[in-house]
């Protein structure tokens, strides 16, 4: 997972215009389809990868409080013990980020 996540990075920052927001676009299509467990994992990882371009990004930023109402903090309810895991790095993520900006 970390080669992906270092791949999704690497993709983003040196392609942001044409790769970030259709990544995001992506993300938010699977969290909307009411998609599995390991499903939501992944599209939370993403995300969490992300954080540092999304609290940078004038379009994004203003919208991650509405995200995280509707997908992350039901997640802090989830059976499995690695969604809660997910939920509180994304959480964590996205809390660092925003404190940079």
């Given at each position: 997972?970390?080669?992906?996540?270092?791949?999704?990075?690497?993709?983003?920052?040196?392609?942001?215009?044409?790769?970030?927001?259709?990544?995001?676009?992506?993300?938010?299509?699977?969290?909307?389809?009411?998609?599995?467990?390991?499903?939501?994992?992944?599209?939370?990882?993403?995300?969490?990868?992300?954080?540092?371009?999304?609290?940078?990004?004038?379009?994004?930023?203003?919208?991650?409080?509405?995200?995280?109402?509707?997908?992350?903090?039901?997640?802090?309810a989830?059976?499995?013990?690695?969604?809660?895991?997910?939920?509180?790095l994304?959480?964590?993520?996205?809390?660092?980020?925003?404190?940079?900006?």
């Open positions: 997972m970390a080669a992906a996540t270092t791949f999704l990075c690497q993709l983003v920052s040196s392609r942001t215009k044409v790769t970030f927001l259709p990544i995001l676009h992506f993300v938010n299509g699977i969290l909307d389809s009411h998609p599995t467990a390991p499903q939501r994992f992944g599209a939370l990882n993403m995300l969490s990868a992300l954080a540092p371009f999304a609290m940078r990004h004038p379009d994004v930023k203003g919208k991650m409080e509405d995200f995280t109402i509707k997908y992350v903090f039901p997640e802090f989830a059976p499995e013990g690695y969604m809660r895991a997910a939920v509180r994304s959480s964590r993520q996205y809390s660092a980020a925003s404190s940079l900006t």
